[in-house]
């Protein structure tokens, strides 16, 4: 069985620019999570959907973020614009249903210069 | 925010002696996980132990639950070299949040 997929590993970008990040969850899993892990620190959630439906959002900064999940599968984190503190890892995670066990992808780290 | 808080934040201890990590939270909680972080991969589930349990074991894994006092631990029996990554505990209320984690390091 696949596990989670994301890309790209690594992003480096200038600030002001604009950068996405792509995940594919496990199939058949309904809910999938964006998180942000800065270094030496616990992932805190960003969004968690539910099939299509984003169901928390409330800790995703909406005047830069944004992400969708469309037909319910991959799911898209978009940063625009980049600001420098926005280096850290992004962590795509999916379960079958929530609550339950994570399955994480290995993380996308963005660096802003 | 951060729900659970690991304790210690760093360990370092010989191979083949055990490594005991502790979590505390703050709200009622259904259920507690614990995860194990390889430098610069994602997550790995480790257990799972639901908030009427009170102990569960997985292999060189021991997990205790005291509700009562909102606490957990993790215990690792006879660590590897392997062992060597940084664990969380994450609790689910309404939502999963995560610690910041305890970095464990496992001597030679």
């Known amino acids: 069985e696949a596990g989670v997929v994301q890309s790209p590993r690594y992003k480096i970008i200038e600030k002001k620019q604009p950068v996405a990040f792509w995940c594919n969850p496990i199939?058949?899993?309904?809910?999938l999570y964006w998180y942000l892990q800065n270094l030496g620190q616990g992932p805190e959630l960003l969004i968690r959907?539910?099939?299509?439906?984003?169901?928390?959002d409330s800790q995703l900064p909406k005047d830069r973020f944004s992400a969708e999940r469309l037909k319910g599968v991959d799911s898209t984190l978009k940063i625009q614009p980049a600001e420098l503190g926005d280096s850290a890892v992004y962590l795509c995670?999916?379960?079958?249903?929530?609550?339950?066990?994570?399955?994480f992808g290995e993380g996308s780290r963005l660096t802003v210069l | 925010s951060q729900q659970g808080e690991e304790d210690p934040q760093a360990l370092s201890i010989q191979e083949g002696e055990n490594a005991t990590m502790n979590c505390s939270y703050k709200?009622?909680?259904?259920?507690l996980q614990w995860y194990r972080q390889n430098s610069g991969r994602g997550l790995v589930h480790l257990i799972l132990?639901?908030?009427?349990?009170r102990e569960k074991h997985s292999g060189r894994l021991r997990v205790t639950l005291d509700t009562s006092k909102k606490s957990s631990s993790l215990l690792i029996t006879a660590s590897r070299a392997a062992d060597t990554a940084s664990y969380f505990c994450?609790?689910?209320?309404?939502?999963?949040?995560f610690g910041k984690g305890t970095r464990l390091h496992i001597l030679p």
């Open positions: 995670a999916s379960s079958v249903s929530a609550p339950g066990e994570l399955f």
């Open positions: 199939s058949g899993h309904n809910t």
């Open positions: 959907y539910e099939n299509e439906e984003a169901v928390d």
């Open positions: 709200t009622s909680i259904n259920n």
């Open positions: 132990i639901r908030s009427n349990e």
């Open positions: 994450a609790t689910d209320e309404d939502k999963i949040i």
